[in-house]
T-cell receptor
Framework: DVKVTQSSRYLVKRTGEKVFLECVQD?????MFWYRQDPGLGLRLIYF???????EKGDIPEGYSVSREKKERFSLILESASTNQTSMYLC??????????????FGPGTRLTVT | QQPVQSPQAVILREGEDAVINCSSS?????VHWYRQKHGEAPVFLMI?????EQKGHDKISASFNEKKQQSSLYLTASQLSYSGTYFC????????????FGRGTQLTVWP
């Protein structure tokens, strides 16, 4: 079974802190994704990566950065956390075929609260 | 490029049927369907590729009309376990490899 793990289920940080969210997958997937989920807005893509050291901006990259130094690990960084970044963060991974994405496997999510 | 899902919410009795629609303004390569139960991560249901195919497993099936840029998810003889939020994710246009997710349809099945 594919397993996607995220470093924390719940996280509370103060405004201005640097925050690291880590995601690890164990199935050698090429693609990895970071989403933000807010009630009524669905899943919004922050960044995705289709290979080591490669990254692409999603729809809401402002205030975030990412790092993918190893194939299995994809990190999301909030350089200076703000209260409007309080949200559920979901990581996902998928195989890629001819540049397209197969089914995405999601981690359990990290509920981040910025106070 | 976020697809539009309808309806926003559905309430059913066990054994009833439901249809959830997903519509895009862009040409599509594929459509994914996921279900998310409360407090859990989204789980993949099925993927449909362009070509107008229909897929299904158990009593959940889906269709994809590439020309109309629409997909529909069909839940027949619904069970309590079908409750959750259903999301469609569309892939297409100039950026393959990523999905655009709809806002979700909340399905509640009562006994």
């Amino acid at each position: 079974d594919v397993k996607v793990t995220q470093s924390s289920r719940y996280l509370v940080k103060r405004t201005g802190e640097k925050v690291f969210l880590e995601c690890v997958q164990d199935m050698d997937h090429e693609n990895m994704f970071w989403y933000r989920q807010d009630p009524g807005l669905g899943l919004r893509l922050i960044y995705f990566s289709y290979d080591v050291k490669m990254k692409e901006k999603g729809d809401i990259p402002e205030g975030y950065s990412v790092s993918r130094e190893k194939k299995e690990r994809f990190s999301l960084i909030l350089e200076s956390a703000s209260t409007n970044q309080t949200s559920m963060y979901l990581c996902a991974s998928s195989l890629a075929v001819s540049g397209t994405s197969l089914e995405q496997y999601f981690g359990p999510g990290t509920r981040l609260t910025v106070t | 490029q976020q697809p539009v899902q309808s309806p926003q919410a559905v309430i059913l009795r066990e054994g009833e049927d439901a249809v959830i629609n997903c519509s895009s303004s862009k040409a599509l390569y594929s459509v994914h369907w996921y279900r998310q139960k409360h407090g859990e991560a989204p789980v993949f249901l099925m993927i449909l590729l362009k070509g107008g195919e229909q897929k299904g497993h158990d009593k959940i099936s889906a269709s994809f009309n590439e020309k109309k840029q629409q997909s529909s998810l069909y839940l027949t003889a619904s069970q309590l376990s079908y409750s959750g939020t259903y999301f469609c994710g569309t892939e297409g246009g100039s950026t393959l490899g990523r999905l655009y997710f709809g806002r979700g349809t909340q399905l509640t099945v009562w006994p």
